[in-house]
């Protein structure tokens, strides 16, 4: 008797351990098998010839701020959002929601809202803000990835962070629990001391913003946090590293046994401070944007592996928290996750230009914004490839086509981005989230609530 599929995505070059024509074979929204093209029957058929099948991104980094701040962004536009650039699990972080998430009530209040209105997978963060071990055992329970934590202000007074000794004791109680821990890297007093120097000068612009947040300010908590893990045995995932200033410290720390991984963002990568000038506070983030020095070093670390993934930390706010008096001002955070893979995948396939196969360069986005995001958080490999028993979640895109990111076309609530009205390289035709078409063709055709919760499995 013929085996019967759900869907047939025909005619794509999957990119899965390379890169081969396959028809992806899907049943129960999971996908069955990779066949040579016309191996098999199914129910329904997606013509994908001419395009190339990726495992939909992780993206490891999001604030959707819902419930809490939902006018800043919310799980339906910034799942749509996600959905239309191609990333099929978020994972969203402790902070900028009201509660944060920082205990089993507060992770169940975001679950709840995720689940009513999100159209991609989820998974959550908690937030480490103490060394106190119950709330920590409650968010391990629910199944969250991990727990993030800050070295220096986090910008909601809700969120304290983790001053002195607190780092220490707060990376032991979550190494107790099991829970993987995500470092904000700036050192709060050098930031101050660099601050009080900034403002001393005047304007109150981007640059002096700039200058306030030192490429020492963060190799200098890195290397805070690198000892802390030594010392502790927690596992540490460094968020948002703006700078490969700090890689020497962590390779070091890597040698000598400590667990950890290291996230940037494409805006580090796409962007440099003249860039920052010319968009003004819609760049501004913290870390902030470097120089095209800072930024080449970062691709170059990124390349050879010294880097683990790229996330969008996207962080919207309402478009008049913007528009502050001066840069101090104005709120830190890029809006960027619909932006995560075309900005990546257009960067990389610019950075390889004269190379005639593409399927290196899709290959490498398929490794850093999927594959090893889903590893590192424990949801792999049901998330991040496209095998047998993967969920399927996948993209199809052309990377011959090119297309702008018009305003109109912003599915995420802020309408801001620096992103706007750039030109990027690989149209995306379609998104599917485990074997359901959530985007295709310029459409967010999903209802809301079809995302569900991912569990990382750490077995
Ligand atoms: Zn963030």
């Known amino acids: 008797m013929a085996r019967?599929?759900?869907?047939?995505?025909?005619?794509?070059?999957?990119?899965?351990?390379?890169?081969?024509?396959?028809?992806?074979?899907?049943?129960?929204g999971r996908v069955a098998a990779l066949v040579e093209p016309g191996a098999a029957d199914a129910d329904e058929e997606i013509d994908a010839r001419g395009l190339y099948a990726l495992p939909g991104a992780v993206d490891a980094h999001v604030h959707f701020n819902?419930?809490?701040?939902?006018?800043?962004?919310?799980?339906?536009?910034?799942?749509?959002?996600?959905?239309?650039?191609?990333?099929?699990?978020?994972?969203d972080m402790p902070l900028n929601s009201l509660p944060p998430t920082l205990d089993g009530v507060s992770f169940d209040a975001k679950r709840a809202a995720a689940e009513r209105s999100s159209v991609v997978d989820f998974a959550l963060w908690?937030?480490?803000?103490?060394?106190?071990?119950?709330?920590?055992?409650?968010?391990?329970e629910r199944g969250a990835v991990g727990v993030k934590g800050f070295l220096c202000d986090s910008g909601v007074p809700e969120f304290p962070?983790?001053?002195?000794?607190?780092?220490?004791?707060?990376?032991?109680?979550?190494k107790?629990?099991?829970?993987?821990?995500?470092?904000?890297?700036?050192?709060?007093?050098?930031?101050?001391?660099?601050?009080?120097?900034?403002?001393?000068?005047?304007?109150?612009?981007l640059d002096a913003w700039s200058s306030s947040r030192p490429v020492e300010a963060e190799r200098r908590?890195?290397?805070?946090?690198?000892?802390?893990?030594?010392?502790?045995?927690?596992?540490?995932?460094?968020?948002?590293?703006?700078?490969?200033?700090?890689?020497?410290?962590?390779?070091?720390?890597?040698?000598?046994?400590?667990?950890?991984?290291?996230?940037?963002?494409?805006?580090?990568?796409?962007?440099d401070d003249d860039d920052l000038r010319r968009a003004g506070a819609a760049l501004k983030c913290a870390p902030p944007i470097r120089s095209s020095r800072e930024r080449e070093a970062l691709w170059e670390a990124l390349l050879g592996g010294r880097i683990d993934l790229v996330a969008s930390d996207h962080s919207p706010c309402a478009a008049e928290s913007k528009q502050a008096p001066d840069a101090f001002a104005a709120w830190?955070?890029?809006?960027?996750?619909?932006?995560?893979?075309?900005?990546?995948?257009?960067?990389?396939?610019?950075?390889?230009?004269?190379?005639?196969?593409?399927?290196?360069?899709?290959?490498?986005?398929?490794?850093?914004?999927?594959?090893?995001?889903?590893?590192?958080?424990?949801?792999w490999p049901r998330k991040g490839r496209i095998a047998a028993g993967s969920d399927a979640d996948i993209v199809l895109l052309d990377v011959r086509q090119?297309?702008?990111?018009?305003?109109?076309?912003?599915e995420t609530r802020s309408g801001q981005s620096p992103y706007l009205g750039r030109t990027f390289r690989g149209l995306i035709h379609a998104t599917l989230v485990r074997g359901r078409i959530v985007y295709r063709d310029g459409r967010s055709v999903a209802d809301p609530g079809y995302g569900r919760f991912v569990r990382p499995d750490r077995g």
């Open 4 to 28: 019967t599929f759900d869907l047939a995505i025909r005619g794509a070059t999957v990119i899965s351990d390379g890169a081969l024509p396959r028809d992806v074979l899907i049943r129960g």
């Open 66 to 91: 819902e419930p809490g701040r939902t006018v800043w962004e919310g799980w339906e536009r910034g799942s749509r959002g996600a959905a239309s650039g191609g990333t099929t699990t978020v994972v």
């Open 126 to 140: 908690g937030g480490l803000v103490s060394a106190d071990r119950p709330p920590l055992r409650e968010l391990a």
């Open 161 to 174: 962070s983790l001053p002195g000794a607190a780092l220490g004791d707060a990376l032991a109680a979550a």
């Open 176 to 205: 107790a629990t099991g829970l993987l821990v995500a470092l904000h890297c700036e050192d709060e007093a050098l930031v101050r001391e660099a601050t009080t120097a900034a403002l001393r000068q005047a304007p109150r612009d």
């Open 221 to 271: 908590a890195v290397a805070r946090a690198c000892a802390a893990a030594k010392a502790t045995g927690a596992s540490l995932h460094v968020v948002h590293l703006s700078s490969a200033a700090a890689l020497d410290v962590v390779a070091l720390s890597r040698s000598a046994g400590v667990d950890v991984s290291v996230e940037t963002c494409p805006h580090y990568l796409v962007f």
């Open 332 to 379: 830190g955070g890029v809006t960027g996750v619909q932006s995560l893979l075309p900005s990546m995948l257009s960067a990389a396939l610019r950075r390889a230009a004269g190379t005639p196969d593409p399927a290196a360069i899709l290959g490498f986005i398929a490794w850093r914004l999927a594959a090893r995001p889903a590893q590192r958080l424990g949801l």
């Open 402 to 410: 090119k297309w702008t990111l018009e305003p109109a076309a912003l």
